[in-house]
């Protein structure tokens, strides 16, 4: 299983850009993900999140500015980022709970991340 992330660059302050991370290979469900980010200097953040069932959770510092989504049926979750700021600059990753195996009825889940990719907001 791999989590491809895309989207990532160079934006102004105020600005826009979409992310997407989308999972490939044998999945046999995907549970919650969410969008981190580290800063230099900074520990890794959580950004947002969503359940399966659609749920969000966001950062208070994203809130109102950014939306977080997700296309099942393409095993794909999007960050939609508005209004940036300076200090939203980090490299943002993402990271779901895929099941790649499963027994009977019972799906195991485990931990996958993506690889990271910078997002810089200069002022």
């Known amino acids: 299983v791999q989590l491809q992330a895309s989207g990532g660059g160079l934006v102004q302050a105020g600005g826009s850009l979409r992310r997407s991370c989308a999972a490939s290979?044998?999945?046999?469900?995907?549970?919650?993900v969410g969008w981190y980010r580290q800063a230099p200097g900074k520990e890794r953040e959580l950004v947002a999140d969503?359940?399966?069932?659609?749920?969000?959770n966001y950062a208070d510092s994203v809130k109102g500015r950014f939306t977080i989504s997700r296309d099942n049926a393409k095993n794909t979750v999007y960050l939609q980022m508005n209004s940036l700021k300076p200090e939203d600059t980090a490299v943002y990753y993402c990271?779901?709970?895929?099941?790649?195996?499963?027994?009977?009825?019972?799906?195991?889940?485990?931990?996958?991340w993506g690889q990271g990719t910078l997002v810089t907001s200069p002022a």
């Open positions: 990271k779901a709970n895929i099941a790649t195996t499963h027994k009977g009825w019972t799906r195991y889940y485990s931990e996958y």
């Open positions: 290979g044998v999945i046999f469900g995907i549970n919650a």
């Open positions: 969503i359940t399966s069932g659609g749920s969000t």
